[in-house]
Nanobody, 116 residues
């Protein structure tokens, strides 16, 4: 499974961005998909995750501002980010859990920069 992320960029505080991630390969092998982020000097942290159904999980810091969605048929996961803050600045990585190999596949990372 390979993941290709897109949609990062530079925005001002309060604006919005949408990140997208497309997975190639056997879509039936993927369970949870989601996004992590890593800011300079900080550990990678989970931003949001979504199962094959409707279950979602968000970091407290993005709850109510970010929305994760998934298209099972197209093997894609998206992250709508609203009301962005400078502290959201990070490299965002999409991931997908492969149940056949019991490992995570990772995208290449996309930079999100929010200016104040």
């Amino acid at each position: 499974v390979q993941l290709q992320a897109s949609g990062g960029g530079l925005v001002q505080a309060g604006e919005s961005l949408m990140l997208s991630c497309a997975a190639s390969g056997n879509r039936f092998s993927l369970s949870t998909m989601g996004w992590y982020r890593q800011a300079p000097g900080k550990q990678r942290e989970l931003v949001a995750a979504i199962g094959r159904g409707t279950s979602t999980n968000y970091a407290d810091s993005v709850q109510g501002r970010f929305t994760i969605s998934r298209d099972i048929t197209k093997n894609t996961v998206s992250l709508q980010m609203n009301s962005l803050k400078p502290e959201d600045t990070a490299v965002y990585y999409c991931y997908a859990r492969n149940v056949l190999t019991n490992t995570n596949a990772w995208g290449q990372g996309t930079q999100v920069t929010v200016s104040s």
